[in-house]
């Protein structure tokens, strides 16, 4: 990223942010940890388990003159944005921690159970749980009422787009959670992954845009001849850096899941590795 990303900041009155201090080609500056409300804070997400985020969690809390976390709020189980669980309870063994459980055989502490639209008080501020499968089925963004602003984890990120894991996401359920997103008043984006967004609407409305491309993009290279993802991918992602393919592989496939659930393409049988055609 040009611009310079703090570790720590203080966003609004009501919002600060500490990184996870795990920068990489996939998390950007690092994953982004929020403090939420008044001097007993609710925390969203606790990083990747980087040592060194805990004492600058820590640090940034006493500089800011609060007390101890409230509650740990997670948006999803991936490792950036729960492998600090450990570290947040040895350094406050009685926080509370939820999530919205699904599919999760073997969390690191035992956490409380969140729905859609349960409501979470904190000090001066309402939180309200959203689910929005897509990049994982267990995945919840948080909408803080007094800002009209929405804690987004992975669902939209800022600088970039996200992976559709194909184990555990979905396409489909992507693209539902983003037109969901814009039936609420949104004004800004806390996203789990780089700067803030502002205004929202417009961010949303261009993933859903760049989403559906993508699909008409893929569909004209199986129409142009491509049959494997390694030929779609080099197709459609001829301007990427390559770095970046491995990860674009991952999305032509989610797309590929979604268009031959809708009957728009085949795979071919016994095929491998794995061909496809338009229907």
Same mark, same amino acid.
């Given at each position: 990223?040009?611009?310079? &990303? ?5 966003? !609004? ?13 996939? %998390?950007?500056?690092? %994953? ?8 007993? #804070? ?17 640090? &940034? =809390? ?30 406050? #063994?009685?926080? /509370? ?7 999760? /055989? ?25 689910? %929005? ?17 929405? &804690? ?8 970039? !787009? %996200?992976?559709?894991?194909? +184990?555990?996401? +979905?396409?489909? *359920? ?22 803030? =967004?502002? #205004?929202?609407?417009?961010?949303? *409305? ?8 993508? *699909? ?11 049959? !494997?993802? /390694? ?9 990427? +850096? ?21 009957? @728009?393409?085949? @795979? ?6 794995? @061909?496809?055609? !338009?229907?």
């Amino acid at each position: 990223m040009s611009a310079p &990303f703090p570790e720590t900041a203080r966003l !609004t009155e009501r919002v600060r942010r500490v990184l996870g201090l795990n920068p990489g080609l996939m %998390t950007g500056p690092g %994953t982004n940890t929020y403090l939420v409300g008044g001097r007993r #804070p609710l925390l969203i997400d606790t990083g990747a388990g980087v040592a060194e985020y805990a004492p600058l969690l820590r640090g &940034f =809390i006493l500089a800011e003159r609060l007390r101890e976390v409230r509650r740990v709020l997670l948006t999803h189980r991936h490792r950036d944005h729960m492998g600090g669980v450990a570290d947040l309870r040895r350094l406050y #063994p009685r926080v /509370p921690i939820a999530k919205l459980i699904r599919n999760d /055989p073997d969390l690191p502490v035992p956490m409380e159970p969140l729905e859609d639209g349960a409501v979470i008080g904190g000090e001066g501020v309402t939180l309200r749980a959203v689910h %929005t499968p897509g990049h994982a089925s267990d995945h919840l963004c948080y909408y803080l009422e007094e800002e009209q602003a929405l &804690f987004t984890g992975d669902l939209i990120l800022g600088g970039t !787009t %996200t992976v559709i894991p194909p +184990d555990d996401g +979905d396409l489909g *359920e992507y693209l539902a959670s983003l037109r969901r997103l814009l039936d609420l008043p949104i004004r800004r984006i806390y996203p789990g992954h780089g700067p803030v =967004i502002e #205004p929202a609407r417009p961010t949303i *409305e261009g993933y859903i845009a760049h989403r559906l491309e993508r *699909e008409r993009q893929i569909l004209g290279a199986l129409g142009a001849g491509a049959e !494997t993802i /390694p030929e779609i991918v080099a197709r459609v992602y001829r301007d990427v +850096d390559p770095q970046l393919h491995p990860v674009a592989r991952l999305s032509v496939q989610s797309h590929l899941i979604k268009l031959e659930r809708e009957g @728009r393409v085949r @795979r071919i049988e016994g095929a491998d590795p794995a @061909r496809y055609r !338009t229907a």
